[in-house]
């Protein structure tokens, strides 16, 4: 699934080629997405874009009317092109420029989508209102992370920073990153980590993303840049996918966990789990041997 870094390449691609142009013509090929594309989009043939940004996972055109958003789901994909190019097969809507170029959105799996929010509710539409800050922004910080702990929650770190309600945009692959960097087991609850752990976790993960933006993101699967380029972080993953693999520094083997239905990969002895969080790992840890 794309996540925040190959959304922010994304608008980082398209924006140079969309910004200041006049819709022309909008055509749906297909509406059964996840996000539906209605009458309420093709009404804005006419309107130009005025500025193109990122809102958590979703990229947002402006115009005068308010917003076109779109999602890249599981395995959607922006391409601007001109308008002359052959459609390919899960093309479902063509965002047509007076210049002769078109924004394409393609996903065979539709689970993103393109929809339009009116200006008047975008701040408190349903799709942004229940966000935590943007793991980016300044907002997202150690102090901010640390009223979970005076709050008593119970949850391990991983899961805290993939829930969209606490921070928006640290996905599976950047979570995992992150907390091999820091020496923190992803089963150890945040209640059990201090307040220099959350500084260090919040640098990292920043960090982290940035890093991966630099590049273009990280390709696994799906993912492709605007231009049809792969992402090239994936060649500097330090965990992620690493299961089995030896490490001679701490003379110790990845493992992966299956924690919060997502994978999650750890090296035992660079991540020891501490307090609450030891005998979840320790059970997890079981039930992998037992498939391996």
């Known amino acids: 699934m794309p996540e925040l870094p190959e959304v922010e390449t994304t608008v980082r691609g398209i924006k140079p080629l969309v910004l200041s142009q006049k819709i022309s013509q ?8 996840r996000l539906v594309p209605g009458q309420d989009l093709l009404d804005q043939v006419g309107t130009t874009v005025e500025d193109v940004f990122r809102r958590a996972k979703y990229i947002c055109l402006k ?3 308010g917003y076109i958003v779109i999602h890249l789901g599981m395995s959607g994909n922006l391409k601007v092109v001109k308008q002359d190019i052959p459609l390919l097969k899960h093309d479902h809507v063509q965002i047509q420029f007076s210049n002769g170029t078109e924004l ?5 799996r539709r689970f993103g989508g393109v929809t339009f929010i009116p200006q008047d509710q975008f701040a408190e ?5 229940k966000n935590g800050p943007d793991a ?5 910080n150690a102090a901010y992370l640390a009223k979970f702990v005076a709050k008593k929650t119970k949850r391990p770190i991983k899961l805290v920073l993939m829930d969209n309600a606490v921070v928006v945009g640290v996905g599976n692959i950047y979570a995992n990153e992150s907390l091999y960097e820091c020496n923190i087991n992803p089963c150890t609850f945040i209640c059990d980590l201090k307040l220099n752990q959350f500084e260090e976790l919040v640098a990292c993960i920043k960090k982290t993303l940035q890093a991966s933006i630099a590049v273009g993101g990280t390709t696994l699967k799906d993912f492709e840049q605007p231009d049809g380029k792969p992402g090239y ?4 993953l330090k965990c992620y996918g690493k ?17 919060g239905g997502r994978s999650s990969f750890v090296l035992p002895k660079k991540q020891p789990a ?3 969080g030891k005998e979840k790992f320790a059970q997890l840890l079981q039930n992998a041997k037992k498939v391996l």
């Open 243 to 259: 299961e089995g693999e030896y490490n001679q520094e701490f003379d110790d083997y990845f493992v992966r966990i299956e924690l």
């Open 63 to 65: 115009n005068a009317k």
């Open 104 to 108: 394409r959105y393609n996903d065979h």
């Open 274 to 276: 501490v307090g609450q």
């Open 125 to 129: 539409h349903e799709l942004f209102a």
């Open 233 to 236: 972080f994936a060649q500097s």
């Open 136 to 140: 980016l922004s300044d907002e997202f």
């Open 26 to 33: 909008i055509k749906i090929n297909n509406s059964k997405c």
